[in-house]
């Protein structure tokens, strides 16, 4: 077995993590053009690709110890339930992700028909869900939040939409916020859905651009 040798400061730390998201998004692009099931399985493997390098002891094992999520009044589920959520997740994903199907390949963002622009806003919500339940539970010590837009653009790409990139950052970041709380509160995805959207709109005139 290798050598692991751990980050040397905080610095190094988020060096190896973001060299880690680079790894995950790679791997969901991949994952997202096959045909193989998405489901809980892939939620680790994309945490487990991002701390592989960074934190191995933590790297797609379920939390063992209580959390609390910072600006937030959410109380993630307690650690010992964590299994027990994660598989009744499993089987929510699996039968939302029956029900979509894949827009055309040839899709840029624009010209739909009215039941592919039902699909989009299908594909969309979805994504929205999955993203809240991942934070929501919180079933990692570290890296829930980029476990879950990894997650949301696998389900993205797997339809035929682009991965995108939430923002929050600055002042996005209470928007952000808001909007998981909205969902914690009152089940409102309109405000994460929006930013997705947003995401997606921002992707294709960057592609429509440089047709």
């Known amino acids: 077995m290798a050598h692991y040798e751990r980050p040397k400061n905080e610095e190094e730390f988020q060096k190896r993590e973001a060299i880690g998201v680079i790894r ?13 099931l998405i489901d809980v399985l892939v939620i680790n493997q994309i945490h487990k690709t991002i701390y592989k390098n960074a934190w191995p002891e933590i790297a797609g094992v379920f939390r063992g110890e209580p959390v609390k999520i910072t600006y937030s009044s959410h109380l993630p589920p307690h650690h010992l339930d964590v299994q027990v959520w994660m598989m009744k997740f499993n089987d929510e994903i699996v039968e939302k992700i029956r029900k979509l199907k894949s827009l055309p390949m040839q899709f840029r963002g624009v010209k739909l028909s009215k039941k592919e622009q039902v699909m989009v806003r299908k594909i969309i919500h979805t994504a929205a869900w999955v993203h809240h339940k991942i934070v929501f539970i919180h079933p990692f010590v570290e890296g829930n939040g980029r476990t879950a837009r990894l997650m949301a653009n696998t389900i993205l790409e797997r339809f035929n939409l682009v991965g995108i990139s939430i923002q929050i950052e600055k002042e996005n970041k209470n928007g952000y916020r808001l909007a998981l709380s909205q969902i914690d509160k009152v089940g409102d995805y309109r405000s994460l859905e929006k930013m997705i959207f947003d995401g997606l709109v921002s992707r294709y005139s960057e592609i429509n651009r440089y047709k």
């Open 24 to 36: 995950a998004s790679r791997f969901i692009r991949k994952f997202a053009g096959s045909e193989k």
